[in-house]
C-alpha cells in the first residue's frame, strides 16, 4: 500500500498543518462546551429541564463552530497567501533571468529574515556565473581580433599567387576562415551590451547591399544570387549593422548548401519580412529546431570543413533581439527557405491603420 505524502507545496504544507491544529482546537473547545453543558443538564435534571436546556444550548451555539471553523479557514489560506507573496516575486524575477540579462539580481529587502541567506546564495552564484560568462565571452573576442590581421595577410598573399588547384584550395579555406572569425565576433558583440534596435531601418535596402556583396561569392561557387525587392520601402525599428549580419548569415548558408549551376534567391516583402531560399537538400523536419542553436551541425557535416554551426545561431540571436522570428520551411523544388521576420516601425503600421 502507498504512503500517502504531505503536499509538495509549501503553502499546502502549511494550511494542512495549520487546518489541523485548528480542528483540534474547536473540537476540543466543543467537547468542553458539551461537557459544561451535560453537568448543567445534570444540576438541573431534578426539575425536568435538562432536555429544554441541551435544546436551547445547542441551537444558540451549536451553529457558531462550523461557521466559525469555515471564516477561521478562510482568513488562515489568506494570511498564508500573503506571506508568500514576496516569494513568488522573486520567483517570477528569477524566471526572468536570461543570457541576455545576467546582470538582474533578485532583491532581499521585502523576504522574510529567513528566506534572506537563500536569495543571497543565488545571487552570489548569478555573480559567480557572469563572471565566468564575461571571461568567455572576452576570449572569443579577444582570439578572433587577433586572428583577424594573420588571415588577412594570408588572403593577400595567396590572392597575388597563380591561379592553380591547391592554390584555389587555400582561397577558399582562408574565405572559410575569415566567415568563422566575423561570426565569432558576431557572437560576442552579441553576448555583450544588448542591441540598440531604436533605428529606422529600411530592410530592401540592406538586404540589397548585402546580394550585391555576395553576387561575387556565388559565381565563384558556380551559383547565382537573384534578388526580389519590395514593392515599396520596408521599414523597421532596428539595427543596420545586426540585421546586416542576419541575413550575409542566412546569404552564406544558402551558398553553402546549393549546388553549383543553381541559384540562390533573396527576397524582400511589405510586411517586414526577407526570405532566402537555395536549392540544397533541405532541413530534415527532425533538425528544423535545433538548426538554430550554436555549433550544431547536421550529421551529414559532422567532421567537414563546411562552417562551424554559427551563422544561423547568429540570425536566431538576432531576430530575438529585435521581436522577431526565423523559420524554416521546404519549398515545393526540395530546398530550404529561410524567412526572417522583423516588426514593421511603428510610423508604418501607424499609417497602415490610418488608410485602413
Keep these: 500500500m502507498k504512503r500517502a505524502s504531505w503536499p509538495r507545496s509549501l503553502e499546502g504544507r502549511l494550511l494542512l498543518r495549520l487546518g489541523v491544529l485548528l480542528g483540534v482546537t474547536l473540537i476540543g473547545g466543543l467537547a468542553s462546551g458539551i461537557g459544561a453543558a451535560l453537568h448543567a443538564a445534570k444540576t438541573l435534571a431534578d426539575d425536568g429541564m435538562a432536555d429544554k436546556f441541551v435544546a436551547e444550548f445547542m441551537g444558540d451555539v451549536g451553529w457558531m463552530f462550523p461557521v466559525l471553523t469555515l471564516a477561521v479557514l478562510v482568513i488562515a489560506a489568506w494570511t498564508l497567501r500573503a506571506s508568500l507573496k514576496p516569494l513568488r516575486a522573486v520567483s517570477t524575477q528569477a524566471a526572468a533571468i536570461t543570457p541576455g540579462a545576467i546582470a538582474v539580481r533578485l532583491p532581499i529587502e521585502d523576504l522574510p529574515l529567513e528566506l ?125 549593422d545586426a540585421l546586416g549580419d542576419a541575413i550575409r548569415n542566412l546569404v552564406e548558408n544558402a551558398i553553402a548548401h546549393s549546388p553549383p549551376g543553381q541559384e540562390v534567391t533573396v527576397g524582400v516583402d511589405t510586411a517586414g519580412a526577407v526570405w532566402v531560399v537555395d536549392q540544397g ?19 551529414e557535416r559532422r567532421g567537414s570543413s563546411a562552417g562551424a554551426g ?31 521576420d522583423v516588426p514593421l516601425a511603428p510610423s508604418v503600421v501607424g499609417s497602415r491603420d490610418t488608410d485602413l
Design 116 to 240: 534572506q541567506p537563500v536569495v543571497m546564495a543565488v545571487n552570489e552564484a548569478l555573480d559567480r556565473l557572469a563572471k565566468g560568462f564575461e571571461t568567455q565571452r572576452q576570449f572569443t573576442a579577444d582570439a578572433a581580433h587577433e586572428l583577424r590581421t594573420p588571415l588577412a595577410i594570408l588572403t593577400a598573399g595567396l590572392e597575388n599567387l597563380p591561379t592553380t588547384g591547391e592554390i584555389e584550395r587555400l582561397r577558399l579555406d582562408a574565405e572559410r576562415m575569415n566567415r568563422l572569425v566575423a561570426q565569432l565576433l558576431g557572437v560576442a558583440r552579441l553576448d555583450g551590451q544588448p542591441l540598440d534596435v531604436s533605428q529606422t531601418v529600411d530592410l530592401g535596402e540592406v538586404a540589397a547591399r548585402v546580394v550585391e556583396r555576395f553576387a561575387p561569392l556565388a559565381a565563384k561557387t558556380g551559383c547565382s544570387l537573384a534578388f526580389e525587392p519590395a514593392a515599396s520601402p520596408v521599414l523597421v525599428t532596428g539595427n543596420t
Design 310 to 340: 554559427l551563422g544561423l545561431s547568429i540570425v536566431a540571436e538576432i531576430a530575438r533581439a529585435h521581436g522577431g522570428t526565423i523559420a524554416v520551411m521546404d519549398t515545393p523544388q526540395g530546398g530550404a527557405r529561410f524567412v526572417l
Design 281 to 299: 537538400p533541405g532541413v530534415p523536419l527532425e533538425d528544423r529546431d535545433r538548426i538554430f542553436e550554436r555549433f550544431w551541425r547536421s550529421r
